[in-house]
């Protein structure tokens, strides 16, 4: 046999053509359609073991073969999704008609094993009695299911709403809690570069937060009292303490946690010489802070 195409028999044939055309036409169309068909498509195809749900995210082409012409056909199943409970299969029947449209359904392996004659039939895959599903191979863009997952992966990341509170910047860093997940995504790099410094405004009371900037400059214009919040355990942290053109004010400062620890045992008196500063370093130990000065520069 040179072709899988069938010309009816005639009335004159030691055979009818009632007696042979139903048979041989249908193998002949499930020959033909069935031969080298592929399906392709470049989205993502994913199972859901636990609604026992089969889903495509783009649509899928089905390439077959018109069993009257011979030419190729394409059939097209939009994205979408199908609920196939346990042992069943799910399928889809293939038009000869170039551009139909297609959709997939499921039969009980019971049913498509008695009843069902698969002429044009695409078997998708098999659920079994644990909704585990079994698929036929597809052809799909790997490239694009990669790039996929890693968009997936990247949203999560910035959107889990049970534990990430702040908005992410460009140069924002993730923070993850025990299992993994991120927890703020609002600390920036440049708060880890230890090259950072921040200016503050000075008033009779502020505070010096070390969250935003390892090194904070205030330049005195009252006398004042700050608190000193922020900061990480085994950071260093620095403040420049600078009197404007007046000069003579005083700055007392706290922690709001625990007492600083100066070194010697008492905290220094600020440089009072206009235009002077004196710089305080700040060490964070345990949730302890433990501070020095350089004075009278």
Not at 116 to 143: E, H, M, Q, W, Y
Request: glycine residues 8%; hydrophobic residues 40%; negative net charge.
């Amino acid at each position: 046999m040179g072709s899988n195409y069938h010309s009816s028999f005639t009335t004159a044939s030691v055979f009818h053509s009632d007696d042979m055309n139903p048979p041989l036409s249908s193998l002949d169309a499930a020959i033909t359609i069935l031969k080298g068909s592929l399906m392709r498509g470049g989205g993502t195809i994913g199972w859901d073991s636990t609604a026992g749900t089969l889903s495509w995210s783009e649509a899928i082409d089905f390439i077959t073969h018109d069993p009257d012409s011979g030419k190729m056909a394409v059939n097209t199943m939009a994205s979408g999704s199908i609920t196939i409970p346990s042992s069943n299969m799910a399928y889809l029947d293939l038009s000869s008609v170039s551009g139909a449209t297609v959709s997939a359904t499921y039969v009980a392996f019971s049913t498509a094993s008695t009843s069902l004659i698969p002429t044009n039939r695409i078997i998708l895959g098999a659920v079994d009695t644990s909704l585990g599903f079994t698929p036929k191979n597809f052809s799909v863009n790997l490239s694009n299911i990669l790039n996929q997952a890693s968009t997936h992966t990247y949203a999560h990341q910035l959107n889990s709403s049970s534990v990430h509170t702040s908005t992410a910047g460009a140069s924002a860093i993730l923070i993850a809690d025990a299992n993994g997940l991120p927890i703020d995504s609002s600390r920036q790099l440049a708060e880890y570069s230890g090259a950072r410094e921040s200016s503050l405004t000075c008033a009779a009371t502020f505070t010096i937060d070390f969250s935003t900037a390892e090194t904070r400059f205030v330049s005195l214009t009252t006398n004042a009292s700050a608190i000193i919040t922020g900061g990480e355990n085994g950071h260093a942290y620095k403040l420049r303490v600078q009197q404007d053109a007046t000069g003579n004010w005083t700055l007392a400062l706290g922690a709001t946690a625990n007492s600083i620890r100066w070194e010697g045992g008492a905290a220094p008196t600020i440089t009072t010489a206009a235009t002077v500063s004196d710089w305080l370093t700040f060490r964070r130990s345990n949730g302890t802070w433990f501070a020095s000065a350089n004075q009278n520069f």
